[in-house]
């Protein structure tokens, strides 16, 4: 039987994945604009950006699904923080709140 203590670094290796992966996310948008290949920044942003998230996932799916779980959770958890903070004015289901 796994401890709940035993889980925790998994939720914290899914935070970390998904501040990495939204945040430079986040990073690429902003410079596209800018950047005189956005096509290869984009793409060369995802490669990087999935590699690392896939290989930190396979790392933490070594230890079993629960674990697994755990980090995906994280990573969603920081995808919802960070939609939250920066688009404060969309609700979750794609629409907009009308401020009264």
Known sequence: MTNAV???????????????????????VRRLAVSPNPTGLLCRSLAIRFGIAMTGFSLVMSGGGVRLALAVLGFLAVRELIARRLFPDIHLSGGLRWKS
């Open 6 to 28: 035993d889980l925790i670094p998994a939720f914290g290796i899914g935070l970390t994945l998904g501040a990495f992966f939204f945040g430079g996310l986040w990073w690429t």
